[in-house]
C-alpha cells in the first residue's frame, strides 16, 4: 500500500500508526521490517515538525527583539531632545566661601551653579569637591539658561538673604569639609566622574593659577559676564554684594585678538538691548588689573578698534569699558595676547677683514645699522661658516671695554674683533660671515671666496658676495679701493687648453682649471645646480649668475653635454659653463606610462576571494547591515540613534541567518518509498 501525502504531519502519523497495525498479523520478518520503516518516516516527520517550530519561534523573537528596541529608541530620541550633554555647559558661577559670620562660619557658605546651554541638564549623582572631602549633589533637574544656588543649609542662608532663590538645595550641613577661606578649591564632577567645571581661590592654586584672588568676608566672587569661562581666574570678579541666584549681565563681550607684527586688532560684541555712549580701551601689562586708557570711542557702531606700535615680546591684558547714555559703565571680559618678538633686518655686515697684516687676533667683522631706529643687539649671535668657529654671543656690556653697549644707533658701525669673539676667518678656501638672530635665524651673511689677501678687506657688496679693497676702514665708511692690475688676487691663470678635452664625469679632479668636454645622465636639478654622471661617477655643474646663463629645462635621466672650466670651491669640485652655448641636450629621457594592470589584478583576486568566502548572500547583507557606519548628520542625536537602529537590524538578521544554518545542517533522514511489507498485497 502507497504512502498517503497528508497536509499535516500528525495526520501522517497517525496513518503509520494505522499500517503498522494492519501488518501486525503477518510474518515476524516483515512485521520488524515494517516497524522499521514506519518509526524512521515518523522521526523524520517529528523532527520537520520541531525544526519549523524552531523556525517560527525564532522569528518571533527577532521581531519581539526589534519591537523593544524601536520602543527604546523612540523615548530616548524624545528624551535626547531635552537633554544636552554636560561638558562645558555647567559653571560654578558665584562662591561665598566667607560669609560675615565671625568663628566658624561654613554653615553659612554656598556657591551657585548656571546652566548655560540650551537645554535642561539633569544633576544626578553629580558631586561637588573642595580641598577635603566629596558631597554627592541631591537630584536636580537644571533647566536652560537658570541658577541653581547650593548652600550648606537653609537655615544658615537664610540668615543672610531673606528670600530663597527658585531653584535651591540644602546640604543638609557643610560643602566639603567646610569652605577655607584662606583658599580652597571647588571642582564639579558628572555622575560619571568627567570634570564639568574647577575654580580655585586664595593660595589654592591647584586649579587655577593664579588663583582667584582673596577678597573680604562677606563679599562673593562671581563670574563677569555671566557663564563666562576661559579657565582664567580673571573671568571672576570681587562682588561686595552677593547676588545668589542671578548673574552679572555683559554688555560686550570681547572675542580673542589677532595680531599683526607690533599691533592688536581688538573685536567684540555687544547687546542690542543696551545703549552705548561710547566705549574705552584699556591695556595692562599685569593679568587682572584694567591698566591705562589707550583711546575713546565715541557713538554705537563700533566694534573693531586696532592697537599700534607695541612693544613686541610681551603681555598685553585688554579690556572695554562701555558707557551708556545714563553715565554709567560697565566693563567687558579681559582677553589677553603676546606680541612675539621681530627682530630688525637693518643690521647688515658691511666689511669682513680675514688676513690682517698686524696679526690675526685684529680679524674683524663690522655690522652697520641701515636703519633709523636704534637696535638693541644683545643675545644675537656673530659666527663665521656653519660648523667652524663657536658661535660669538653678543652681550649687553663688555667688560674690558668701560662704555661698550650692545645699543646701535642708527647709521652706526659697530666692530668686533677676533680677540673679542674668538671667531676665526679662513686665510684660504674662502668663508662665510653670519649674523644670527637669538633665535639662531639667520640676519645677514657674506661670503668671500678662494684667498684672503694680506691686508685686504671684503665690503658689502649688492649680493651675498663681498668684494675686496686694498684699504679696511674699521667702524668707518667703506673705501673702495681696487687692487692694481699685478696684485695678486687680480692675477688669473691663462686658459691651458682652447679646445675642451672629453673626460669623464668621475675624472674631473686631474683637470683642475681645464676646459673640458663630459656627456652624461642628469641626476638631480635645482635652482642653478645639477649634477651629471656618466657611470664614472657624479660632477657638479653649476652656472654662475655673472654668465647670464638661463638654465634650460631639464628632467632626471635627460643626456646633457657640457662644456666649461673644472673648478675647486673649497672642498667641493664643480665645472662652470661659460654661455648658453656650453649647454647642449643631447637626448630627453623616455616618458613612462604608468598602468594599473597590476594593481586591478591584485584588486580582482581580493575581491574574488572575498566573494568565495562569503557564500550566503544573507550572511553577506547581515554583516553590511551590521558594520555600516551611517552618514555623518548635522544632528548628533539622530545620527546615534541611527547607528543604533541599523545594528540592531543588522544583528536580528544575523540571528535569522542563524537559524535558517542551524535549520540546513539538521541530520537527514532518509525518506520512505514504495510498498510495506510485501510487494503484492
Known amino acids: 500500500m502507497n504512502l498517503i501525502k497528508a497536509e499535516n504531519s500528525s495526520f501522517k502519523r497517525g496513518l503509520l500508526k494505522n499500517q503498522l497495525y494492519c501488518h501486525s498479523e503477518r510474518s515476524e520478518e516483515s512485521v520488524a521490517y515494517a516497524t522499521s520503516r514506519i ?64 568663628g566658624t562660619d561654613s ?92 575654580i580655585s581661590w586664595g593660595n589654592d592654586k591647584s586649579v587655577l593659577d593664579p588663583a582667584i584672588s582673596k577678597y573680604l568676608e562677606g563679599h562673593s566672587i562671581e563670574r563677569k559676564p555671566v557663564g563666562i569661562d576661559t579657565n582664567s581666574s580673571t573671568d571672576f570678579i570681587d562682588q561686595p554684594n552677593p547676588t545668589p541666584g542671578s548673574g552679572i549681565p555683559q554688555s560686550v563681550i570681547l572675542q580673542n585678538p589677532r595680531i599683526d607684527n607690533a599691533s592688536i586688532i581688538l573685536e567684540w560684541s555687544k547687546a542690542d538691548s543696551e545703549s552705548f ?17 589707550t583711546d575713546y570711542l565715541d557713538g554705537v557702531k563700533n566694534n573693531f578698534y586696532q592697537i599700534d606700535n607695541l612693544d ?77 668657529s663657536t658661535p660669538f654671543k653678543i652681550p649687553d656690556k663688555l667688560l674690558d671695554f668701560p662704555g661698550w653697549t650692545a645699543r646701535i644707533l ?22 662665510t660671515a653670519r649674523l644670527l638672530f637669538p633665535d639662531g635665524k639667520m640676519a645677514y651673511a657674506v661670503t668671500y671666496k678662494d684667498y684672503a689677501t694680506l691686508g685686504f678687506s671684503c665690503i658689502r657688496g649688492s649680493t651675498d658676495i663681498c668684494s675686496w679693497t686694498t684699504t679696511p676702514t674699521a667702524g668707518e665708511v667703506n673705501i673702495i679701493s681696487l687692487p692694481k692690475i699685478d696684485d695678486p688676487v687680480l692675477e688669473t691663470e691663462p686658459v691651458i687648453n682652447t679646445i675642451p ?39 657638479k655643474v653649476y652656472i654662475q649668475e655673472k654668465t647670464g646663463i638661463v638654465k634650460p629645462e631639464m628632467h632626471r635621466n635627460d643626456i646633457f653635454e657640457i662644456i666649461g672650466v673644472v673648478d675647486l670651491y673649497g672642498q ?34 581580493v575581491v574574488s576571494k572575498a566573494v568565495t568566502a562569503v557564500k550566503s548572500p544573507l550572511i553577506s547583507k547581515a554583516v553590511a547591515a551590521a558594520s555600516t557606519s551611517p552618514p555623518a548628520e548635522n544632528n548628533d542625536k539622530n545620527n546615534t540613534l541611527s547607528q543604533l537602529i541599523k545594528t540592531s537590524i543588522g544583528l536580528a538578521i544575523l ?24 510487494d503484492e498485497t
Do not use: C
Open 501 to 539: 678635452i672629453e673626460i669623464s664625469t668621475g675624472d674631473y679632479q686631474n683637470y683642475l682649471d681645464k676646459l673640458v668636454k663630459i656627456r652624461g645622465k642628469v641626476i638631480s636639478t635645482s635652482g642653478n645646480t645639477f649634477y651629471l654622471d656618466d657611470g664614472s661617477g657624479v660632477i
Open 107 to 198: 554653615a553659612y557658605e554656598w556657591f551657585e551653579l548656571y546652566n548655560k546651554s540650551l537645554g535642561d541638564i539633569p544633576l544626578d549623582g553629580w558631586t561637588i569637591t573642595d580641598n577635603s572631602q566629596t558631597d554627592e549633589i541631591p537630584s536636580f533637574n537644571l533647566k536652560s539658561k537658570n541658577f541653581l544656588v547650593i548652600a550648606a543649609s537653609e537655615d544658615g542662608f537664610k540668615i543672610n538673604f531673606t528670600d530663597l532663590p527658585g531653584n535651591f538645595i540644602d546640604m543638609g550641613e557643610s560643602i566639603g569639609g567646610g569652605l577655607s577661606n584662606t583658599g580652597d578649591h571647588l571642582i564639579l564632577k558628572d555622575q560619571d566622574g568627567n570634570i564639568i567645571d574647577q
Open 312 to 388: 613686541t615680546g610681551l603681555s598685553y591684558f585688554l579690556t572695554i569699558r562701555n558707557y551708556n547714555l545714563d553715565g554709567n559703565y560697565s566693563d567687558s571680559n579681559q582677553v589677553s595676547a603676546t606680541l612675539p618678538i621681530i627682530y630688525s633686518k637693518s643690521i647688515i655686515i658691511n666689511e669682513v677683514l680675514p688676513h690682517p697684516e698686524n696679526g690675526a687676533n685684529n680679524e674683524f667683522i663690522e655690522l652697520y645699522n641701515s636703519g633709523d631706529e636704534e637696535v638693541d643687539l644683545s643675545d644675537w649671535f656673530l659666527d663665521d661658516a656653519e660648523g667652524d
Open 39 to 102: 518509526n524512521r518516516e515518523i522521526l523524520r516527520l517529528t523532527t520537520q515538525d520541531d525544526i519549523v517550530k524552531t523556525f517560527f519561534n525564532g522569528l518571533k523573537f527577532v521581531f519581539l527583539f526589534l519591537l523593544i528596541l524601536m520602543t527604546i529608541s523612540f523615548f530616548d530620541l524624545k528624551k535626547a531632545k531635552a537633554i544636552v550633554l554636560p561638558s562645558q555647559t555647567v559653571v560654578i558661577n558665584e562662591v561665598e566661601y566667607d560669609p560675615p559670620q565671625s
Open 572 to 605: 667641493t669640485w664643480r665645472i662652470l659653463p661659460r654661455t648658453l652655448n656650453d649647454i647642449a641636450l643631447i637626448e630627453k629621457a623616455p616618458v613612462v606610462t604608468k598602468t594599473a594592470t597590476a594593481k586591478k589584478t591584485v584588486v580582482k583576486k
Open 410 to 431: 642708527p647709521g652706526e658701525y659697530k666692530v668686533f674683533y677676533r680677540y673679542q669673539t674668538g671667531i676665526a676667518l679662513n686665510d684660504s678656501g674662502g668663508d
Open 655 to 678: 540571528f535569522l541567518v542563524f537559524l535558517i544554518i542551524k535549520i540546513l545542517h539538521q541530520p537527514k533522514v532518509k525518506s520512505i518509498g514504495g510498498h510495506f511489507g510485501d
Open 277 to 293: 555712549a561710547g566705549y574705552e580701551i584699556y591695556l595692562s601689562e599685569k593679568s587682572g588689573e584694567i591698566g591705562h586708557i
